[in-house]
C-alpha cells in the first residue's frame, strides 16, 4: 500500500497559482495517482488523475516526474472557494475489491483575500 | 441527476445504543464504499461492496459494525452497542466500475455523536 506526504497546510492570495506536491515513493509500477478536494461538512470530490507526465482538465493540473515518486497539484488563479482540504492518493488500477486508497490528513488550503 | 444520498444526516446515540445508517448510491453504481472520518483526518476506508457482495471489510474496526448492501442498491452501516470512540462521520461513496481508482461520487456523510 503506497502512503502519501503532503504539507499539513498551505495559505495562498487570491487570483495567485497555488502547487501542492505529493510524495509517494513507494509508487508502484501500476498505481494512479489522484487527488480529490473536500470541503467542510461535504464528501470528498474527485479533482485530477494521472499516470505519468501532465494532465490538465478544466481545474486543475497535475505534474507527475519521470520517476514517479512524487506529483504536483497546480491550481491556477485560486479563488475564496478553492479554499478546501486536497488529498493525494495512490493506487493500483488493475485491483478490484481491494482498499487500497490512503487519503491521508491532506493539505489545508485556505485561500486569502 | 442525483448523487449519493445518505441518511441520517446527523445522529446522536447514547452509549451502547445501536445505529443503523443509510446510504442510496447513484444508480447503477456497481462499487459502494465506507468511510469513517475522524475531526481534522482525511477518510478512513471500512468496508467495499461490487453489487452485493461484500468484498473487503477489512476497515471495520471491530464486529460490532457491520455492513451490508442486500440488493446491491442501497446500503446500510450498522453499529452496534456505540461507544464514544465511533464518534465521527460516516462517509459512503459508490462508483462506476470496480476499479479503486474509478472516480468515487462521496455522499455527504452521516455525523454520528455518541454520548
Known amino acids: 500500500l503506497a502512503k502519501t506526504t503532503q504539507p499539513i497546510s498551505m495559505d495562498s492570495y487570491e487570483g495567485q497559482e497555488v502547487n501542492i506536491t505529493c510524495s509517494h515513493n513507494?509508487?508502484?509500477?501500476?498505481?494512479?495517482i489522484t487527488w480529490y478536494q473536500q470541503f467542510p461538512s461535504q464528501g470528498p470530490r474527485f479533482i485530477i488523475q494521472?499516470?505519468?507526465t501532465k494532465v490538465t482538465n478544466e481545474v486543475a493540473s497535475l505534474f507527475i516526474p519521470a520517476d514517479r515518486k512524487s506529483s504536483t497539484l497546480s491550481l491556477p488563479r485560486v479563488s475564496l472557494s478553492d479554499t478546501a482540504v486536497y488529498y493525494c492518493?495512490?493506487?493500483?488500477?488493475?485491483?478490484?475489491?481491494?482498499?487500497?486508497?490512503?487519503f491521508g490528513t491532506g493539505t489545508r488550503l485556505t485561500v486569502i483575500p | 441527476g442525483a448523487g449519493v444520498s445518505q441518511s441520517p444526516r446527523y445522529k446522536v446515540a447514547k452509549r451502547g445504543q445501536d445505529v443503523a445508517l443509510r446510504c442510496d448510491p447513484i444508480?447503477?453504481?456497481?462499487?459502494l464504499f465506507w468511510y469513517q472520518q475522524a475531526l481534522g483526518q482525511g477518510p478512513e476506508f471500512l468496508t467495499y461492496?461490487?453489487?452485493?457482495?461484500?468484498?473487503?471489510k477489512s476497515g471495520l474496526p471491530s464486529d460490532r459494525f457491520f455492513a451490508e448492501r442486500p440488493e446491491g442498491s442501497v446500503s446500510t452501516l450498522k453499529i452496534q452497542r456505540t461507544q464514544q470512540e465511533d464518534s465521527a462521520v460516516y462517509l459512503c461513496?459508490?462508483?462506476?466500475?470496480?476499479?479503486?481508482?474509478?472516480?468515487?461520487?462521496f455522499g455527504p456523510g452521516t455525523r454520528l455523536t455518541v454520548l
Open positions: 461513496a459508490s462508483s462506476l466500475g470496480t476499479s479503486v481508482n474509478n472516480e468515487q461520487f
Open positions: 513507494n509508487i508502484a509500477t501500476n498505481d494512479y
Open positions: 494521472g499516470y505519468k
Open positions: 492518493l495512490v493506487g493500483d488500477g488493475y485491483q478490484t475489491g481491494a482498499n487500497n486508497l490512503f
Open positions: 444508480s447503477g453504481h456497481v462499487s
Open positions: 461492496f461490487q453489487n452485493e457482495a461484500q468484498l473487503d
